[in-house]
Structure formats: structure tokens, C-alpha cells
């Protein structure tokens, strides 16, 4: 179960990063009335039949996690959206092939309706591309959730990849590079947050971008 919308993000991110992907892009942009979130990723992308069933909650290959008897990210990230009127787009690539499932994507969730997602192609080779909006007003939309923590998580992964971070709120607009901030703390050549201080410092930094 996701109880906030950065645990659902984060699984969502975390997917990217198990799909090989070598550069992925989050966007998290905030106002007083909505939350929106784009995770793009280079990595293998998706058959039109796999959208499909990944988009099932009751469908899991058993092997991304075995002890999971139903797939939970995409599913939920789709529950979510509709449950609290916002909206929600897929589009991914594979072989040259683009998919696309939730076509009508708004960029508010006040539209009453919205533009179609497909309207521009992935500039990869491959990989997959999502994009949702929750509306903050709705009753039932979860609790954003700790968004330093969230950052953190999915810049301290295992793997070697890029991750551009971007944040949006009303006053202002911050970008986070991976490999800028493991060049800052001394970690280019390990690759990975491995020392206990350079995560201290980390998570230091990404709070002080809330104040």
C-alpha cells in the first residue's frame, strides 16, 4: 500500500532504474491546488501487450519481485489519479514501436478535458515515458508525502545511471544531478552513496531546498 504520493513516485522511478535505464528525468512540480509528477526514462521500454498488462494489478512477470503475487506501481499510480480527479499518460518505446496508454492528459485538473498524450514521439531508442497530475482540493487525493526523502531515495538507487531532478514550486525552480552531486561529495569513482556522512550531507542539502 502507498500511503503518500512520494511512495508511489518512488516506485515508480525505481522501475526506470531496474529497466536499465542510463539518463532518467523527474520532474515533481507543486502549486497550492495540484501535484505533478514526469518520470522519463532511456531504459527498455515496453511492447504495447506489456503496457497492457502492466497496467493490470493483478499481473506480475514474478521475477522483478518474486515475492509479490500482484503489480502494484503502475496500477496504482492509475487508481490513484482517477479516484482524486486527476489524470494520468504512459507512452513508451520499444524496437521503434511507441505505445501509449491514458491519452487524455491534462495539465490541470481543473480542464475538463485533456490534450492527447501521444502527440510527441520519444527521442530514444527505447524507453518510457509517464506523466500524472493529482488534484490537492480532492478529499480523497493521499497526502504528498516527505518530497527531500522521496529525492534522496531515488538518487542513492543502486546502479550506474544519471538522474535529473527537477523541482517546481510557486517561488521557485531547482535541478539536481546525480553525478554533480557525487562529483561534489567525492564519489565520482565509487559511483554510488556508500559513506554514511556523504548521505547526511545529501540529505542536508535536499532539505534545505524546502525552506
Given at each position: 500500500m502507498h500511503y503518500t504520493l512520494c511512495d508511489l513516485f518512488s516506485d515508480l522511478t525505481q522501475n526506470a532504474i531496474e529497466a536499465n535505464a542510463k539518463v532518467i528525468?523527474?520532474?515533481?512540480?507543486?502549486?497550492?491546488?495540484?501535484?505533478?509528477?514526469?518520470?522519463v526514462d532511456d531504459g527498455a521500454g515496453m511492447t504495447r501487450e506489456t503496457l497492457m498488462r502492466a497496467t493490470d494489478p493483478f499481473y506480475t512477470d514474478g521475477k522483478k519481485?518474486?515475492?509479490?503475487?500482484?503489480?502494484?506501481?503502475?496500477?496504482?499510480?492509475?487508481?490513484?489519479?482517477?479516484?482524486?480527479g486527476g489524470s494520468w499518460g504512459i507512452r513508451t518505446k520499444k524496437d521503434g514501436v511507441t505505445a501509449i496508454a491514458g491519452t487524455?492528459?491534462?495539465?490541470?485538473?481543473?480542464?475538463?478535458?485533456?490534450?492527447?498524450?501521444?502527440?510527441?514521439?520519444?527521442?530514444?531508442?527505447?524507453?518510457?515515458?509517464?506523466?500524472?497530475?493529482?488534484?490537492?482540493?480532492?478529499?480523497?487525493?493521499?497526502?504528498?508525502?516527505?518530497?527531500?526523502?522521496?529525492?534522496r531515495q531515488i538518487l542513492t538507487f543502486d546502479n550506474e545511471y544519471e538522474l535529473i531532478a527537477t523541482r517546481i514550486t510557486p517561488s521557485d525552480t531547482t535541478v539536481i544531478k546525480r553525478s554533480e552531486?557525487?562529483?561534489?561529495?567525492?564519489?565520482?569513482?565509487?559511483g554510488s552513496f556508500s559513506d554514511a556522512n556523504a548521505l547526511a550531507l545529501l540529505g542536508q542539502y535536499l532539505e534545505s531546498m524546502e525552506e
Amino acid at each position: 500500500m502507498h500511503y503518500t504520493l512520494c511512495d508511489l513516485f518512488s516506485d515508480l522511478t525505481q522501475n526506470a532504474i531496474e529497466a536499465n535505464a542510463k539518463v532518467i528525468k523527474v520532474e515533481l512540480s507543486q502549486s497550492s491546488q495540484s501535484v505533478a509528477i514526469s518520470i522519463v526514462d532511456d531504459g527498455a521500454g515496453m511492447t504495447r501487450e506489456t503496457l497492457m498488462r502492466a497496467t493490470d494489478p493483478f499481473y506480475t512477470d514474478g521475477k522483478k519481485h518474486p515475492g509479490r503475487k500482484i503489480g502494484l506501481g503502475l496500477p496504482f499510480l492509475i487508481q490513484t489519479a482517477e479516484t482524486c480527479g486527476g489524470s494520468w499518460g504512459i507512452r513508451t518505446k520499444k524496437d521503434g514501436v511507441t505505445a501509449i496508454a491514458g491519452t487524455m492528459y491534462r495539465e490541470n485538473p481543473a480542464e475538463k478535458s485533456g490534450r492527447p498524450f501521444g502527440d510527441t514521439e520519444i527521442a530514444t531508442p527505447s524507453g518510457t515515458e509517464i506523466r500524472c497530475i493529482f488534484d490537492l482540493t480532492n478529499i480523497d487525493t493521499p497526502p504528498i508525502g516527505d518530497v527531500p526523502g522521496y529525492f534522496r531515495q531515488i538518487l542513492t538507487f543502486d546502479n550506474e545511471y544519471e538522474l535529473i531532478a527537477t523541482r517546481i514550486t510557486p517561488s521557485d525552480t531547482t535541478v539536481i544531478k546525480r553525478s554533480e552531486i557525487l562529483e561534489a561529495l567525492g564519489l565520482s569513482d565509487e559511483g554510488s552513496f556508500s559513506d554514511a556522512n556523504a548521505l547526511a550531507l545529501l540529505g542536508q542539502y535536499l532539505e534545505s531546498m524546502e525552506e
